[in-house]
């Protein structure tokens, strides 16, 4: 399989660290309308909800650590950590908070209104994850693990987003966690969203070749 290296310059460097940058923020806005849809929470949420609950371990805390042994297995598959990794873990959960501060979308109270909104905010972020999959700086923790296994089954990106959704979603039920008709959604939409625009974008997650940290910062320093 033919591998492409993106970041050989600090330019390059830097004008994808924005690009990702802008990406993940605009995930940031969708996962903050896929919360006002109120009509269920994203399969990961089940999954740490289920966790939380079986343990007595906050929520938070549950999700952090999920979030480490993932990071364990991105490595134990070859994915780098890189500066997408760290952006995601900076940008996305403040966009959030951002959303939230202004208050531009009311939770919507109709199912109609919230299944639209849901799956609005499920197209805004498969748009924000494509662009920033695509700068090869690295992803977030579950994202590495989604460019991982495309990787090493060959599946296209999105049959990987519905299993890996599928999977989590049916473990956090069966330890406790609660679904909703906004869950069901993002196992159904999230994969189908994802692979279409990477179609129509002529992408290819599997041949992206993603830089770590200490090769950035070894290009940022001059030293390569």
């Not at 290296?5 to 830097?14: A, F, G, S, Y």
């Not at 289920?50 to 906050?58: K, S, V």
């Amino acid at each position: 399989m033919e591998h492409t290296e993106l970041n050989r310059t600090k330019t390059d460097i830097i004008k994808h660290s924005l690009i990702a940058a802008a990406a993940l923020f605009c995930c940031g806005i969708g996962i903050y309308f896929t919360i006002q849809a109120n009509i269920g929470v994203s399969p990961w949420d089940v999954f740490h909800q289920g966790i939380a609950g079986r343990t007595g371990m906050l929520y938070g805390n549950v999700s952090v650590i999920v979030g480490l042994l993932i990071v364990f297995v991105d490595l134990l598959l070859k994915e780098p950590v890189g500066i997408g990794m760290f952006l995601d873990a900076l940008i996305v959960g403040k966009a959030v908070d951002l959303c939230a501060w202004i208050g531009f979308l009311p939770v919507q109270h109709s199912l109609p209104l919230g299944i639209l909104c849901m799956l609005a905010g499920l197209t805004i972020m498969a748009c924000g994850m494509r662009a920033y999959m695509g700068c090869g700086l690295g992803c977030g923790p579950r994202d590495s693990l989604l460019v991982a296994l495309c990787k090493r089954t060959g599946l296209k990106i999105g049959i990987v987003t519905m299993i890996i959704y599928a999977v989590v979603t049916l473990a956090g039920w069966l330890l406790g966690g609660q679904i909703g008709i906004g869950t069901i959604l993002s196992v159904a939409y999230v994969g189908p969203a994802l692979q279409t625009i990477c179609k129509l974008t002529h992408f290819d997650a599997a041949k992206i070749t993603h830089q770590d940290l200490l090769e950035s910062l070894r290009i940022l320093a001059g030293k390569k």
